[in-house]
């Protein structure tokens, strides 16, 4: 596989584009029709208020930015600094810059929206002020799939960390002089161990994850969420939104519900930039 998408990535982004257009797109659509029945229920339970003929439009869609998706991964692997600096641009970021360095670090949490691997840009953005960043990720299940995706994530600068070693890792790191940075994406669908926080999301009762709260919690440092839009084809940007400056002392739950009421706007301002082939509601 890593041969093939070096090969690819040698093209040009609207090269790739043509290449997601004409084949990927009804490839994942008509030929494989990848997850088609699961991405048509949750969108026709997320959106009750659409008719059929606007959850098919909607659903297309998807489809079409899932294929650019990949083919912007595809892209990354060679993609020079200067150009993803243009591809990603964070906005609002003052706050989130003073209060990292206030408390020596930050949690920021984002979901599968728009480009979510690209959203590793922020490990180069921050460089810039002295922080240093670090991403949670969850190990693919094929050896040699984990081993591209983290060459590929390496490439936008910044450490990365299976979230069962994350605690350990925020402890260690904070001896650091340099504040740290901890990218999270939050809205996956939690394990069958623990006690996940439920809300309605989207209008459907939905479990969450509430590691980003309990690490920033222990750690006292603010969270903070991205608010990721799609500018253009192949440009996005996030925005700092922040949830919590003193996670400590917020009530159990509160940063989490933030988050998904953040996360919930976000897509629908957009709802062809979220992932609605995962397997989200169904445990």
């Known amino acids: ?15 790739l584009y043509r290449l997601a257009d004409w084949l990927l797109y009804p490839l994942l659509y008509a030929v494989v029709r990848y997850r088609r029945k699961l991405v048509r229920e949750n969108l026709t339970n997320a959106f009750p208020e659409k008719s059929k ?3 098919r439009q909607l659903e297309r869609k998807y489809y079409h930015h899932l294929a650019d998706v990949i083919v912007e991964i595809v892209y990354s692997y060679r993609a020079s600094d200067d150009d ?21 670090g930050n949690i920021l949490m984002l979901g599968h929206i728009g480009n979510w691997e690209w959203m590793a840009e922020v490990s180069r953005f921050m460089e810039q002020f002295g ?40 402890v260690r790191q904070r001896r650091r002089e340099a504040p740290q940075s901890y990218g999270m994406i939050a ?18 009762s939905t479990p969450f994850l509430t590691g980003s709260e309990v690490l920033s919690s222990k750690m006292g440092y603010p969270v903070f969420f991205f608010y990721i839009r799609q500018i253009e084809r192949g440009v996005y940007t996030a925005e700092f939104k922040l949830l919590s400056e003193h ?37």
């Open 131 to 170: 922080i240093e960043s670090t991403h949670v990720y969850r190990k693919q299940r094929s050896e040699s799939t984990n081993e591209l995706m983290l060459y590929i994530r390496k490439r936008h600068h910044g450490n990365y960390c299976d979230k069962n070693l994350i605690l350990r890792t925020m």
């Open 187 to 204: 809205d996956q669908k939690p394990s069958l161990h623990g006690e996940p926080y439920t809300t309605n999301f989207l209008h459907q």
């Open 247 to 283: 996670p400590a002392a917020e009530p159990p739950g509160r940063i989490t519900e933030a988050y998904v009421r953040l996360l919930e706007q976000n897509i629908e301002e957009a709802p062809e930039l979220w992932l609605w082939s995962h397997n989200r509601w169904r445990r």
């Open 84 to 104: 993803m600096r243009q591809r990603v641009r964070f906005i609002n970021a003052e706050e989130t810059i003073r209060l990292t360095k206030q408390y020596g």
């Open 1 to 15: 596989m890593r041969g093939l998408v070096s090969i690819l990535s040698r093209l040009s982004l609207p090269a």
């Open 53 to 55: 003929q606007e959850i």
